[in-house]
């Protein structure tokens, strides 16, 4: 019974490990991007409303590119396993890598940051801070979000 009870927490702390894992190595990556490694960034305010349909996306310029990639590197919360879902707004940047590879980092609601689709629970006025992104355009056809 003592050998079951031990392999079980063995098992236990080994997910727990392998999930945190995964919240660090998306914190890790925020925290070391690089301009130099960004091919393109784009924003989509979420969620899509009608009033807003010609300041619901940007493309940025590389010149913009400093300003995001220090919230990117600012990036801080706890690693949450089950957000509450809000209905809240926010706005996602999409970073596409020089390598092809692209990449989520997104403000729900003022209370999450979500990167590539791995929670943390952040501070208000950090999160806040995003809305003054100013999305100049509608969200082009076929643009996946």
């Avoid at 098992?11 to 660090?24: E, H, P, S, Y």
């Avoid at 190595?25 to 969620?47: C, G, M, Q, T």
């Avoid at 590389?62 to 600012?74: D, G, L, P």
């Avoid at 629970?121 to 806040?128: C, F, G, P």
Wanted: charged share 25%.
């Amino acid at each position: 019974m003592k050998k079951l009870t031990a392999l079980g927490i063995a098992v236990l702390l080994i997910l727990a490990t392998l999930t945190g894992c995964d919240g660090n190595e998306k914190i890790a990556w925020a925290k070391n991007l690089n301009i130099s490694d960004i091919e393109s960034i784009e924003a989509v305010r979420l969620p899509y409303l009608a009033s807003y349909e010609n300041e619901q996306y940007k493309n940025y310029e590389q010149a913009e590119f400093v300003r995001i990639v220090e919230i990117i590197n600012s990036a801080k919360g706890k690693l949450q396993e089950s957000p509450e879902q809000l209905f809240g707004g926010g706005i996602c940047f999409y970073i596409t890598l020089v390598d092809g590879t692209r990449h989520t980092f997104r403000n729900d609601g003022n209370e999450y940051l979500i990167i590539d689709g791995v929670s943390f629970k952040a501070s208000y006025n950090w999160l806040s801070s995003w809305k003054n992104e100013s999305l100049d355009s509608k969200v082009p056809d076929g643009f996946e979000y």
